[in-house]
């Protein structure tokens, strides 16, 4: 029966109306002339009856109203982005009243446009003005995103639970068709374009969870930045450094876990999604750029979920391994060496084995004995695997786990956590005492290069990961791992912490990178 104005839009009633309008206007998508103009107020009804309307309203509401607008409008570049600009405005505004990690969700379809934007113009040369206008148009947009979704971090605690956001009504497929018109699957690729396939699927896999879309969302709109930036007129070693700096500086500051564990799974990947838009020269860069930034830095907000930890911790262990064996195959042993090390002299080693043998009622000192090299500690997961014991959830993270390995090299001890960690006979890293002397800890903790400078003054957080408000809280370190990314550059003293620069109160992370465009 429809629900009409009659009947208050409560309860049952509510739900009702929502269901029956979502399902006439999926059935409106596929005409061959669309009309979208009954459900505006339809959906306005349902934006009106709630402080903090579900995920699905506020989402085909927007859609209804710039599809209307912009239906026979394509335009160009610049009229294209102008229209993204309009877009971005309308949501913002139609979820200023809603949760903070839903008004990151909701930017989907700004990033959508602006990435196809994006695409047209990296194939051309930009002599034309309206081409360079429409290009600082966009950075200056892609800016704009991600301030707006650094500001919802910040008023977000988003490593928490919250019911009224995670658990949407209807699939991500059905969401996607509002704004891309493509049945099943295909839709929903297409709206995440910086997304690889397999990691598309692992997150409609989720349980119809909003945050996993909130961080396909953050990721995609941190690709952008990274490329756009590509193009910067700066040398490539100090290009490098300064982004290196700026990914530090953004992972700290969103302390986003959904978008963590995304950014993970997509470096994970043969080939960067980031290819579409970027030249293939670009991609070892990128490589270098998004491995540091992940692996060679302690986040401590990686910690505080325990909901999620298995995951995060799992993913992190297996891109190690992966980075080690990307790097060596270029010859960048030192490299290497440096994320091995970053990873054993991290709490991660301890996490992964007190997890496992909690839940599968083993001794701890069973994975203690296979060493905390991600070698070691991956051939031991296997060989329980092996043995029926269930490690891997994710059959994604298992192939990459399985994948050039022998289970056979877990039988044999690569070392010890409370002693010396080795791998291949590469080096070792010392962890006697580490925990009763927090002089030496402190010694072992260098900034990672040059590079880390500018982010690692500026990274400050409180006791419970949040970041510091100027004058509240005390200060907790972030750990680095000393590696020289440029052994004949001049050394550089820098000090290892914010907690050492006394001439800034304040939590903030400065954007090395200009967008300036002549």
């Known amino acids: 029966m429809e629900i009409t104005g009659l009947f208050p839009l409560v309860g049952e009633n509510y739900s009702l109306k929502l269901k029956r309008s979502m399902q006439d206007l999926l059935a409106e998508i596929p005409k061959e002339s669309p009309n979208f103009t009954p459900f505006v107020d339809a959906f306005y009804e349902l934006m009106q009856a709630k402080v903090d309307p579900p995920f699905e309203v506020t989402w085909v509401y927007a859609a209804i109203n710039f599809r209307g607008r912009n239906s026979e409008k394509k335009g160009d570049a610049l009229d ?6 309009d877009l971005f405005q309308l949501l913002s505004a139609c ?12 930017m989907a379809p700004v990033v959508f446009a602006v990435n196809g934007v994006i695409q047209e113009l990296f194939g051309r040369e930009l002599r034309l003005k309206r081409e ?59 709206l995440l374009p910086l997304v690889s396939g397999d990691v598309c699927g692992w997150i409609r896999s989720r349980d119809f969870h909003g945050g996993y879309l909130g961080g396909a969302v953050i990721m995609e709109a941190f690709f952008m930045k990274l ?14 450094m300064n982004l290196k700096s700026w990914a530090v500086g953004s992972i700290s500051s969103f302390q986003n876990i959904y978008f963590l564990e995304i950014l993970m799974r997509t470096i994970l990947e043969t080939a960067l999604p980031l290819i579409s838009i970027l030249k293939p020269e670009g991609e070892i860069l990128s490589r270098k750029i998004l491995f540091d930034a992940v692996l060679l830095v302690d986040y401590p907000f990686l910690y505080l979920n325990a909901k999620y930890i298995k995951n995060l911790i799992l993913t992190r262990l297996i891109v190690t391994l992966k980075a080690v064996e990307y790097f060596r195959g270029l010859g960048d042993q030192n490299r290497a060496i440096s994320y ?7 709490r991660l080693p301890l996490q992964i084995i007190k997890w496992v043998t909690s839940q599968n009622g083993l001794e701890e000192k069973t994975g203690r004995a296979n060493g905390s090299s991600p070698r070691a500690l ?16 994710d059959d994604i993270l298992k192939s990459h786990a399985t994948s050039g390995h022998d289970i056979s090299q877990s039988e044999h001890p690569a070392g010890n956590l409370e002693g010396k960690v080795a791998d291949d006979d590469l080096f070792y890293v010392d962890n006697i005492g580490e925990e009763g002397n927090t002089g ?39 750990k680095f791992v000393k590696y020289d990314l440029h052994q004949n550059s001049e050394p550089v003293k820098a000090r290892t912490s914010a907690a050492d620069d006394s001439s800034s109160g304040e939590s903030e992370v400065e954007d090395p990178v200009s967008d300036t465009d002549a």
Request: charged share 30%; net charge positive.
């Open 132 to 190: 360079k206008k429409a290009m600082r148009e966009v950075k200056s947009l892609v800016d704009v995103v991600l301030g707006y979704i650094s500001i919802c971090c910040d008023n977000n605690k988003v490593y928490e639970e919250e019911p009224d956001s995670v658990n949407l009504i209807f699939p991500f497929t059905d969401l996607a068709r509002v704004w891309v018109d493509m049945n099943d699957d295909e839709g929903f690729k297409s």
């Open 340 to 346: 091995i090390k970053a990873f054993s002299a991290s």
């Open 378 to 393: 991956i051939n031991w997961l296997l060989s329980l695997e092996n043995r029926g014991i269930r490690v891997f959830e």
């Open 80 to 85: 294209r982005i102008l229209a993204a600009k």
């Open 440 to 478: 030496d800890n402190d010694k072992q903790n260098k900034l990672v290069s040059d590079a880390f400078v500018a982010a690692a003054q500026t990274m400050k957080l409180s006791d419970d990961g949040a970041r510091k408000r100027k004058g509240k809280h005390s200060e907790k370190k972030i």
């Open 95 to 106: 979820s200023a009243s809603v949760r903070a990690s839903k008004s990151i969700a909701l």
């Open 227 to 240: 490329c756009l930036s590509f193009h910067l007129a700066t040398s490539k070693d100090e290009l490098e």
